[in-house]
């Protein structure tokens, strides 16, 4: 039984705007799963028609099993969901907030008043338990979110953007907080900050204008990019850096080479082997007597891997209907 | 014994799942009435009706024939410029006169909020958890129409008695129309001269009061209807006030004026003083609030398949 299951999945709001068209994934109980898209992708609708907050147009979203529906909550207390920027009821307390939320998920007293304690504890708000919601920070109400979000112990964790407007001590915090969760839930983790999901997720799930272009593990997503990218940064004088570039645009192994202050951009000629062009790269370069500081290649870079799914989707056009009926 | 076992644990299987769904409803409930309670809108209205209560009740007290004549005092002009007959029946007629005809605005801009203003955002961190729509919106609609009431019960109930211990009746005297229902007519001594005025009756006044009180729990229904509906505040108060307004005044032009306010308005002094028949009465309340549920239910519905 899969954790989350949508088929065919669309939403058209108002007959005007196709938020979503023919979404078809599959989360397996466990994954921690990374949302990916660029604004307006569907990231957001996808993961409200999965709560039930929204109806399908078209299609259906199963969660364990079972049909998510607006009336659904029986379904929903499996759920723990932290929306962007959660704006919660200003004139309450983190106390009354949280045994407010834990009586919406129907928990009696003497579960609901010890569990908020320890979220209070868990998440750093004890200093400021009795303080209204309305004079808290970003930071602390994103962390109340969360803590809401745990509330009844969900099988199923939904996070949306829950680094956003963090800074970085609260972003490492909330980072690290993810990873430990997902050791025994289901984690869906929707996020613009691609680093985010690159660190906690093991499977990406990426749309685009409203429609799924890849789901997989984010190993397939990587491999799927040019691994015959590298960027090497240099230091040295200008004039040796702009030698080292003209003699290794030279190379016949390399099919491009271009540079921007002291780093030179990289584009090997296809071929199984990277390793013995990019050491004959390297020697051309230290015979031009600049020093080499880094290299990475651009192709394992999560973000270089979604920029080209993006661009190779939005490029496609026309094709794109006729694959998706074909399918 | 095995069936005693197996029925105490049916029996608290039940009540487990019946905690189970107050405990949400419950939550939307009283949370809701706190935020009212911090309103300004219910804060100003309950000392709007207060205030004008009071201004009632002394203009009540004091000498009821002078209005409309050259000394009467300026409350007495504004409040009865033309009937002249400020028995206790009709001083509580014009109390809820007002309910009718004023504060069912009040009433539509408290309400017509509800639901749509908590739309998007907060409603996001409330119905992703573990409540369905029903109960999301029965916590809604049920604290809406306490907070409705509880201010008109807490002002009239009060202002009511005094009227009614402190009406001074000297003499009553019965009368029996042509339909078989009863007039109770008083003798109420003014301090200067004599006028026949209405008295209460005890069962009239509180099928008034309850006619009113079925308006007020209509309109908040429509109110919580309407924000249910739109997705804007100001759409749904705006077309409350349309709608309750304009149906008054579409039923008091046509010729349907069985459940118009205007009639409503007019027969209160008669209802309160005990002219009235019980049966059309019942029919009348129990259409309201059969109206009421009937509107409410309509309303859950499109709640329970509208996006949030």
């Known amino acids: 039984m899969s954790a989350v299951e949508t088929h065919n999945l669309t939403k058209i709001y108002q007959n005007r705007h196709i938020a979503l068209n023919g979404v078809t994934v599959c989360t397996e109980p466990g994954a921690i799963v990374g949302l990916l898209g660029p604004n307006g992708a569907g990231k957001t609708t996808l993961i409200r028609l999965i709560l039930g907050l929204h109806r399908p147009s078209a299609g259906w979203v199963e969660v364990f099993g079972r049909q998510m529906t607006p009336n659904a909550a029986v379904l929903r207390c499996r759920v723990g969901y932290l929306p962007t920027a959660p704006r919660l009821p200003p004139q309450m307390t983190p106390i009354t907030y949280l045994d407010y939320v834990g009586k919406l998920f129907g928990l009696p007293g003497e579960v609901r008043k010890p569990r908020l304690a320890a979220m209070i504890r868990a998440v750093d708000l004890l200093g400021a338990s009795a303080q209204k919601l309305s004079g808290l920070s970003t930071g602390m109400l994103t962390r109340l ?152 290649s651009k192709g394992q870079q999560t973000e270089e891997a979604f920029l080209e799914l993006v661009e190779s989707d939005e490029a496609r056009g026309f094709t794109r209907a006729t694959d998706a009926k074909a399918a | 014994m095995w069936n005693q076992t197996r029925l105490v644990g049916l029996r608290e299987q039940l009540m487990r799942r019946l905690r189970r769904w107050f405990l949400p409803y419950s939550a939307v409930f009283a949370n809701d009435l706190a935020v009212l309670a911090q309103s300004w809108v219910l804060r100003a209205w309950l000392v709007l009706t207060a205030l004008f209560a009071l201004v009632t009740l002394l203009d009540h007290s004091s000498p009821p024939s002078t209005a409309g004549h050259p000394g009467g005092t300026i ?217 009421t549920l009937a509107i409410a239910t309509l309303s859950g519905i499109v709640m329970a398949r509208r996006d949030v």
């Not at chain 1, 613009?192 to 997720?201: A, I, K, R, S, Y």
């Not at chain 1, 002291?262 to 296809?270: G, N, Y």
């Not at chain 2, 000297?170 to 007519?185: A, L, P, R, Y």
């Not at chain 2, 077309?239 to 007019?266: H, K, N």
Request: hydrophobic share 50%.
């Open chain 2, 75 to 291: 409350v007495a002009a504004l409040l009865h410029p033309v009937d002249t007959t400020p028995g206790p029946a009709h001083t509580i007629a014009q109390l809820l006169k007002f309910y009718v005809v004023v504060w069912v605005s009040f009433v539509v801009v408290l309400t017509g909020g509800t639901i749509s203003s908590e739309l998007g955002v907060v409603a996001d961190s409330v119905l992703s958890r573990g409540i369905s729509r029903w109960q999301y919106f029965l916590g809604k609609w049920t604290s809406r129409l306490v907070a409705v009431l509880g201010v008109y019960l807490l002002v009239m109930v009060p202002t009511t008695l005094v009227i009614w211990l402190g009406s001074g009746v000297d003499q009553v005297t019965t009368e029996t129309h042509s339909e078989g229902d009863i007039t109770t007519v008083a003798v109420v001594q003014a301090p200067n001269q004599f006028v026949i005025a209405r008295a209460i009756r005890p069962v009239g006044l509180v099928i008034g009061l309850a006619r009113v009180a079925a308006l007020l729990a209509l309109v908040a229904t429509c109110g919580v209807a309407f924000s249910a509906s739109f997705g804007s505040t100001v759409i749904s108060i705006g077309v409350g006030w349309v709608s309750i307004y304009g149906t008054g005044l579409i039923l008091s032009v046509l010729d349907f004026a069985y459940f118009s306010p205007a009639r409503l308005v007019q027969e209160l002094p008669s209802v309160i003083s005990g002219t009235y028949v019980a049966t059309p009465q019942a029919w009348l309340i129990g259409g309201w609030v059969g109206l």
């Open chain 1, 145 to 296: 979110g969360i803590a809401a979000s745990l509330m009844n112990e969900p099988e199923l964790l939904v996070w949306d953007e829950p680094t956003y407007g963090l800074d970085p001590e609260a972003r490492r915090f909330t980072i690290d907080l993810m990873k430990e969760l997902a050791r025994n839930r289901t984690l869906i983790l929707s996020s613009h900050l691609l680093h985010d999901v690159d660190e906690v997720c093991d499977h990406a799930v990426v749309l685009n204008q409203g429609q799924l272009i890849f789901q997989g593990t984010m190993g397939e997503l990587k491999g799927r990019m040019r691994r015959n990218h590298f960027e090497l940064q240099l230091e040295g004088k200008t004039k040796a850096i702009e030698t080292a570039r003209a003699n290794v645009s030279k190379l016949a192994s390399v099919r491009s080479a271009s540079a921007a202050g002291p780093r030179i951009a990289i584009e090997l000629t296809e071929s199984k082997d990277v390793a013995s062009p990019l050491a004959e790269v390297l020697m051309t370069v230290a015979e031009a007597g600049v020093g080499l500081v880094s290299i990475h």
